[in-house]
T-cell receptor, first 115, second 109 residues
């Protein structure tokens, strides 16, 4: 009964370091996405994917890279961490159609602090 | 650009009260609208999804309505309980998901 699994749950980085947040889902969902949640701002979409080999930018993509080599996995890479990237990151998936995201299932979140 | 607003930002009510949470959006060309619940330190859990062709959805004590023409949705919680205390977020889908900042609900015993 895993659903959407994110690792790590907590991470502290120094400015300039790189890292990858992992996201895996076992529901055979085509649509996967990454959000960041900052106090008072709701969730903002970073990148999303509608299927293996297909990715696209969301509202706040700068400083982040994604790839989708399999249906199950959608890692988020921070290339050179900055303090502005301190946030809580959520991965989500859904069984979407081309015109309808459908019900979103979220992971538990990854809390990232950049010093 | 789609803007999603939730009012109030925080709400405190006594147990047993019926309450309404509001969500407004600026672009009515949406595919669907979802309401989520978020407990502290946790991810979001989908409560109700309303397709663009629907006017409302119900699940237990929860009822969500959608009025696309006015850009509004409401989440009605009947007979509130302390276990309902959480942050409630709405999100609209028109090519990508846009979230409101949420309403933090506290239900006092």
């Amino acid at each position: 009964n895993a659903g959407v699994t994110q690792t790590p749950k907590f991470q502290v980085l120094k400015t300039g370091q790189s890292m990858t947040l992992q996201c895996a889902q076992d529901m055979n969902h085509e649509y996967m996405s990454w959000y960041r949640q900052d106090p008072g701002m709701g969730l903002r979409l970073i990148h999303y994917s509608v299927g293996a080999g297909i990715t696209d930018q969301g509202e706040v993509p700068n400083g982040y890279n994604v790839s989708r080599s399999t249906t199950e996995d959608f890692p988020l890479r921070l290339l050179s961490a900055a303090p502005s990237q301190t946030s809580v990151y959520f991965c989500a998936s859904s069984s979407s159609t081309p015109t309808n995201t459908g019900e979103l299932f979220f992971g538990e979140g990854s809390r990232l602090t950049v010093l | 650009k789609q803007e999603v607003t939730q009012i109030p930002a925080a709400l405190s009510v006594p147990e047993g009260e019926n309450l309404v949470l509001n969500c407004s959006f600026t672009d009515s060309a949406i595919y669907n609208l979802q309401w989520f619940r978020q407990d502290p330190g946790k991810g979001l859990t989908s409560l109700l999804l309303i397709q663009s062709s629907q006017r409302e959805q119900t699940s237990g004590r929860l009822n969500a309505s959608l009025d696309k023409s006015s850009g509004r949705s409401t989440l009605y919680i009947a007979a509130s309980q302390p276990g309902d205390s959480a942050t409630y977020l709405c999100a609209v889908d028109n090519n990508d998901m846009r979230f409101g900042a949420g309403t933090r609900l506290t239900v006092k015993p």
